[in-house]
């Protein structure tokens, strides 16, 4: 472990970030398995697919940074998802996919740039990269719905993207420069760049 480090400051957003790597994986497969069921195009499945094997890298990827600062990744033991109604998917998808994904890949891409640490920011812009794909997958899978559900219910998931959007702002994440987290102007101006995109 890198001298100095061990802190619950530190080691806590890692192994949440290690864990969440791992929850991807079950969420990227249950959306594999709605979107055949919904007769999706054959592209968006093999892209979920994909995104599945990217986060299993990732999990890897992250559990060994946590593993080098000393940090505790707890098992990841989820029930399967059965197959929800389109509307439901498409909610989930406009919150996680259009909201939270892109968020997701621009900070990983600014710790990519920004973390102090040379295998954090090595790892970061390798993830950065697939979470943008993830997130274009997110955008797509809601056109894709969107044509398929009502204008009424097309108007809600863009409220639901809205509300997501503010609930990422409202987040206090603490900056930590070792692992390249932004601060509070840092996020501020992320915020401002992708805002208009998420209401739109």
């Not at 998917?89 to 621009?106: D, F, Y």
């Not at 794909?133 to 108007?155: K, N, T």
Request: aromatic share 6%; with cysteine.
């Amino acid at each position: 472990m890198p001298a100095g480090i061990g802190t619950a400051a530190l080691v806590d957003p890692i192994a949440a970030a290690a864990w969440l790597e791992g929850a991807a994986v079950y969420a990227f497969d249950a959306l594999k398995r709605e979107l055949i069921a919904h007769g999706a195009p054959g592209s968006l499945i093999e892209r979920a697919r994909s995104a599945q094997q990217d986060e299993r890298r990732h999990h890897c990827t992250m559990s060994a940074l946590a593993a080098r600062f000393g940090a505790a990744v707890q098992p990841v033991e989820l029930e399967p998802v059965g197959i929800r109604p389109l509307f439901d998917v498409a909610l989930e998808n406009a919150v996680e996919g259009c909201v939270r994904e892109t968020w997701g890949a621009a900070v990983a891409a600014y710790q990519g740039e920004c973390a102090t640490d040379r295998a954090v920011r090595r790892a970061m812009r390798s993830i950065a990269e697939d979470e943008a794909e993830h997130a274009a997958l997110g955008w797509a899978v809601d056109a894709w719905a969107r044509s398929r559900l009502s204008p009424e219910e097309g108007e809600r998931l863009t409220a639901a993207r809205a509300k997501a959007c503010e609930d990422v702002f409202a987040q206090e994440d603490a900056p930590l420069e070792l692992l390249g987290l932004p601060d509070a102007a840092a996020r501020t101006r992320m915020f401002a760049a992708l805002r208009p995109i998420w209401i739109a």
